[in-house]
């Protein structure tokens, strides 16, 4: 496990299933269809609720895809990495997200360009927020994000908690959603699914997540990628181009027991 | 008063019926509760020793059962909860069975585990003379929604405990509680000796508030600190902040042990330590180390904390699990003997409904063996978090009952192992106890 990059002597924080040593580089010879570097942003202070679960998966599959993942973990006050072809984030508490704002000011400017040059991104809930234009606290605090996403959220009293199901361009897709922020979309953002059960953005419009070119936010945990396999492999995908310069080339999957937990979630959720 | 008859007479009579249904330990306290809300502290009007809360997310069924146990040997008489029904209600219906019908309890102490956001209900209603907080870890997010607040429902808690409270140490969720409580509380600590620190991090969740100036406090005179002899073996020493010089070879008489427990694990360990300190906090002078050794000995696992059923004469284990740490704990205390094994997720209200928390839990060390069946009504969300661990998983069943006979007719010679959430357990429970021999929920051998 990397322990270069750690600013205060804080080691990373462990992801489960993972192999020790999945941040690193591995030798030509070694690395398959080619080396995909995925970052996740602030796993200690931004991934409490399961969203490590999200990464794992990634890398899992990227090694069952014939490809070699290298995962980093971008803390506060750390160097982001030179080479990022995915970047993943999650929900925290508010506490955690107070911790992570300063950081996240420094690396606006790299997310940017990153966004811009079409590197697919996934942020969950707190991490969405973040993304968006700004957060609105309950006293009216007008907190800015990093206006990737053209969405503006609304603190809350009450939580949005309850599992859900989205139609979405890959197919259903199930989660949990925990958030107490109220997100509305800009005039001409595209959502990043339609809620067919649960809240979704603010539980009125209809509309959960947001999505800008490759730039994928979701409130979705439950983790949202490994019962959803389809959307797991288009990051990968699009991950996989950026880092070859060639088509995505995907290794047949056997994803009978992630379909049979989604269709079973949609089953017992959309009423019809 | 009449109110208050009418509420025991009717609760009664739930609880009556219910126990023959064989399940439901919280109705008889719904309908008490909702007949008259000053019950509880009518109730606990007359019980003179103390009122102590004991809360936390993980170990509060086994400690307040420790916790008893040694009170008990010090020939107090003790009211307390040990069916693990932790909600107010649950509270009340275990009352029932021991009030008479002018609704005051006769006993010395009562000692309550309260669930978190229970435990300041209750203290709206009956102010705690005394609380052992036990610990803050990601548990049921979907009712308590983070860790910060689950820590701030605890440290309202000790600020309106009258007499003491016991704080985890190790835990800075619950240790910077201290600064809270009200003048003239005593605060004593329980905590693990620095010969075993390292491996706290396997059994509590990371502050990641580690930039404040918070300094941790250390053990003093009163303060009880876990210390090893082996992997079965422990000591709760006291004093040892105060009196450096205590030798070795001499052992000092106030510690409690060496001993060991009939449920396995550090984690149980640490539940003993916290009880001890709690004992002792309670009792004063009283508090006879011999005594209080001898009764952590004798305490059994609590149903579904590894509690064994003998099937066939093969040991098939029950092992709850409800959050990321409790699970972690299990798998190490459990899986370091691999057997054969069986997994039930359910996610109702009582279970937590997000099963996300699976993903923070590492479940390498099932590679060996594999994993029999996965059931429950998220048996294949389980199956599906094994298979990214590269856990082998033979079948999955999401019914209970055929999931078990699966299970017990593949493993007849061996001993078998359930890891499941709280509403599987039940389930579970309920069709092992009319197969074979166990105790009713709520009446536990003692």
Redesign the interface.
Known sequence: MSQLSQP?G?PD??I??EPDGSARVPAAADAGKGVIHVVHLYP??MS??????NT??LA?RIRRHGYSPVVHQHHPGGEFPETAHLVVGGGG????QV?VEADLEQIADRLRALADAGTPMLMICGMYQLLGNAFITVDGKRLPGLGILDVTTQGNAK?M???VVLSTDFGDVVG?E?H?GSTTLGAGQAPFGTVRSGLGNNGTDGTEGARTGNVFGSYL???IL??NPVFADALIGLAAELATGRPFEPAAQDDA??D??RS?QVRRLVKR | MLRTTAAVVAGKAARAASRLRGGGSALPGLVAERIDPGFLAHALADVPGGIVVVTGTNGKTTTTKMLVAVLRAHGRRVFSNPTGSNFTRGVISSMLGELPVRGRLRADMAVLELDEAHALKFAAAVQPTHALLLNVARDQLDRFAEIDHTAKLLASLAEQTTVGVVLNLDDSFVSRIRDRVADGVAVHYFGVDASIADRLPELQEQDVRFDDDFVAPVAGPDDGLLRPVDERTFEVVFGLGAADGVSESAPDRRNVGPLELQQRGLAAMINATAAAATARMLLGDAFDPEAAAEALRAVTPPFGRGEVVVVDGQPLELVLVKNPAGFTVALGTYGSTPVATMIAINDNYADGRDVSWLYDVSFESLRTRGVTITSGVRGYDMALRLQYDDVPVAEVQTELDPALDAFLAQHPDEPKRIFCTYTAMMALRRTLAARYDLPDIGEEAS
């Open positions: 205060h804080i924080v462990s489960p299933g200690r202070e409490i609720y399961g969203d490590l679960g794992r998966t899992a508490q508010d506490s955690g911790r939580r908690i309850g599992p949990y925990n107490s945990h439950g983790p490994p019962a027991i992630a049979e937990a079973r």
